[in-house]
């Protein structure tokens, strides 16, 4: 199934990307491509092939419960764009109409 | 046309949040605990820089499984970590690490009683996720849409957070309640969080759809409930609200709804809620969890005993009321109290103590707001002061007296009844000569209850009563005015 031009701008909208029109076509074409390539995988026979979501056999892997110092504030707060009253400080987070 | 209440159906699911008591956070071992200066407990993982990766927290998938299981759940073999795509600046990685198509734990249920009835509530599913950071908003009365910028913390981003899903089962704000009250309960005694609302360390939200007969119903997402009053009361104004609207033949709207705790109202969030488009897909950066099933019944076996067996054993073998039994179940603290006093009492009975600790001692503490955990006394001390209320040594009233002096200074019963001079007199002797006193000095009544009158025989035991400064042993007094009057 191609991407359409709606597909282009959702997604572009999901991730916010401000695409130009040159953009958004080469992706269409791009993204469609990509996704017809992934088609070819589901003509394989998966009959009782259990998905996999990782391609490492691994599992369990975690730690103990234990504390590790945090960084020093001054540190956490070095690469922030714009800082106040020690936290990070960030445009409105809802414009008047979404 | 408007329809009789009772055709109305009311269909109530619940989403319950849990921060988990975990001394790190999920994905990295900065510290988890509750305020303290913004931006003190982060690191480069829950900052969400570039090129981190995650290692989650072995405690916190223990305790998971523990609920998991509590609540009767199928525990997954094999589960794992999605991301959940969306943009938000309390969540500095632009996704929230959770669990989607495999939760821990999946298809339980919830077994609690109604005005007693026995009700089971579904659990769909019990997963496990990380907890955002906290925004505050600047300017525009500190609304999110009216505010100039916003303010974020990221001391809680990070912190393990279980998420609880129940069937829409629940069919009323009362059975709501019960069910968050029950749960609040079973993750006390389990041990895996503060479970304090007003913390957000529990927090609920609920769907609420009422239906009537030929009018299906619009399901409405309640938020912003922070207390078990404000669960029961927001959704038992949702569900006047939509009746209502049903009865009036107004057209419902699929919404999220804020509780106003002041104004007692659910308020419309955003009307036009665009179709959320998480884009799940597998954490490739965490592998699979798959519990041993020797661990898992380790986990088992290391359960306690949950407040609802302990309800209904203590209401079979110490034969305690349904209120006596909920009060001392409702908490770990409670319980534990009530049990180590039934161990120290020598005279008083289980029932006795029961009613004590489940009214007397309850009360004074949910006047005050504490806990059974800020307790000053022990329950050595408490058990005996029920001793010397059973053994007829003081009566009820001075007993309420002292416990009220010895939650303020932890003090024990018997010094404090000393201090006080408050033994109840029982000794015969002594109290004769006051009822001979009494009798002497209201003969005219005397005279009345040897005609065989009782009527005013009241008058003559508080006679006693007040002259003893209440510390007579009224079973004793009646018996020697009884004696004296031949009265019988
Ligand atoms: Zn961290």
Redesign the interface.
């Known amino acids: 199934m191609p991407i359409t031009r709606k597909d282009v701008d959702?997604v572009a909208r999901?991730a916010?990307l401000a695409l130009s029109e040159e953009e958004k076509a080469a992706l269409e074409e791009q993204l469609s491509k990509i996704l017809a390539h992934a088609e070819r995988v589901t003509s394989l026979d998966t009959e009782g092939v259990p998905p996999t979501?990782?391609a490492?056999q691994?599992?369990?892997?975690?730690?103990?419960?234990?504390?590790?110092d945090?960084?020093s504030?001054d540190d956490?707060?070095a690469n922030a764009p714009a800082a106040?009253?020690?936290?990070?400080?960030?445009?409105?987070?809802?414009e008047?109409e979404? | 046309m408007t329809a009789p209440s009772a055709q109305f159906v009311t269909t109530i699911g619940l989403e319950i949040h849990v921060e988990l008591k975990?001394?790190?956070k999920m994905f990295?071992?900065?510290?988890v605990a509750f305020g303290g200066?913004?931006?003190?407990?982060?690191?480069?993982v829950c900052?969400g820089h570039p090129g981190t990766l995650p290692?989650?927290?072995?405690?916190?998938?223990e305790l998971t499984n523990k609920i998991a299981m509590a609540l009767d759940c199928e525990i997954a073999p094999?589960s794992?970590f999605h991301r959940k795509?969306y943009?938000?600046?309390d969540m500095p990685k632009n996704y929230q690490i959770s669990q989607y198509d495999i939760p821990i734990g999946s298809r339980g249920s919830l077994d609690m009683e109604v005005g007693g009835e026995s009700r089971w509530i579904g659990i769909t599913r019990v997963h496990l996720e990380e907890d955002t950071g906290k925004?505050?908003?600047v300017g525009g009365g500190g609304r999110?849409?009216e505010?100039?910028?916003?303010?974020?913390?990221?001391n809680r981003a990070g912190t393990p957070l279980v998420e609880i899903v129940t069937e829409p089962d629940i069919t009323s704000a009362e059975e709501a309640r019960v069910f968050a009250q029950e749960l609040r309960s079973i993750l006390e005694f389990l041990d895996v969080s503060d479970v304090r609302m007003e913390e957000g360390s529990l927090r609920i939200d609920a769907n609420i759809s009422v239906e009537a007969p030929g009018r299906s119903g619009t399901k409405v997402e309640v938020k912003n409930m922070n207390s078990m009053r404000s669960v029961f009361r927001a959704l038992e104004f949702e569900e006047e609200r939509q009746r209502n609207a049903l009865m009036n033949e107004e057209e419902l709207v699929q919404m999220t709804r804020h509780w106003d705790e002041k104004s007692g109202v659910t308020i419309p969030g955003r009307v036009?809620e665009?179709a959320f488009?998480y884009?799940y897909f597998?954490e490739?950066d965490?592998?699979?969890?798959?519990?041993s099933i020797e661990w898992l019944r380790q986990l088992q076996e290391e359960l306690p005993e949950l407040p609802i067996a302990k309800r209904r054993r203590w209401m079979e073998e110490l034969g305690l009321g349904p209120y006596d039994a909920q009060v001392l179940t409702s908490s770990p603290g409670v319980s534990v109290f009530f049990e180590e006093t039934l161990e120290a009492v020598k005279d008083a009975n289980p029932k006795q103590v029961a009613n004590w600790v489940a009214n007397n001692l309850a009360g004074a503490l949910s006047d005050t707001g504490e806990r059974f955990s800020d307790l000053k006394i022990t329950p050595s001390q408490f058990a005996e002061l029920m001793d010397m209320v059973a053994s007829g040594e003081i009566n009820a009233s001075q007993g309420k007296e002292i416990l009220s002096a010895m939650l303020l200074t932890g003090t024990s019963p018997g010094s404090i009844a000393e201090e006080r001079d408050m033994r109840q007199v029982s000794d015969r002797g002594e109290l004769e000569a006051v009822v001979d006193e009494v009798i002497s000095n209201n003969a005219e009544v005397a005279d009345r209850i040897r005609a065989g009158d009782m009527k005013p025989f009241g008058v003559l035991v508080g006679a006693v009563m007040r002259a003893t400064q209440g510390k007579a042993n009224a079973a004793v007094v009646t018996e020697i005015l009884k004696e004296k009057l031949g009265a019988s």
């Open positions: 959702h999901l916010r979501s990782h490492i691994l599992a369990n892997v975690a730690r103990s419960d234990d504390v590790v945090p960084l504030r956490a707060l106040e009253e020690h936290q990070f400080r960030v445009p409105r987070i809802l008047e979404e | 975990t001394r790190t990295c071992g900065c510290p200066e913004p931006n003190t407990r982060v690191c480069p900052l290692v989650p927290n072995e405690k916190a998938i094999h794992i795509n943009f938000y600046p925004s505050v908003h999110i849409r505010a100039e910028y916003s303010l974020e913390d990221f036009k665009y488009d884009r597998p490739p965490l592998t699979p969890i798959e519990p």
